[in-house]
């Protein structure tokens, strides 16, 4: 499942830096990630790594793209092909 910024983001510019599928950027008003290149790190690391320096914990689960574990793992592996 892709994750999605809520609009509690306070722009703090802490995510960006740390997505390694380059899924996160400025939106017109928040932070948005594209979640055709979200794969919640699978691949990358073993926890979202935007979640993890996120301070005001406004990452969340998008149910409007839920995937499992391996469409996940095939997603981090076609954005890596």
Not at 2 to 21: G, V
Not at 32 to 46: K, L, N, Q, S, Y
Not at 48 to 76: G, M, N, R, S, Y
Request: aromatic share 4%.
């Amino acid at each position: 499942m892709a994750l999605k910024i809520t609009d509690q983001c306070i722009n703090c510019d802490a995510c960006p830096a740390e997505c390694p599928n380059e899924a996160i950027t400025a939106g017109a008003i928040i932070y948005e990630i594209d979640p055709a290149r979200c794969t919640e790190c699978v691949g990358h690391f073993d926890e979202p790594q935007c979640v993890a320096v996120c301070p005001v914990e406004c990452i969340v689960k998008d149910p409007a793209h839920a995937e499992t574990p391996a469409q996940l793992q095939a997603k981090f592996e076609t954005l890596q092909a």
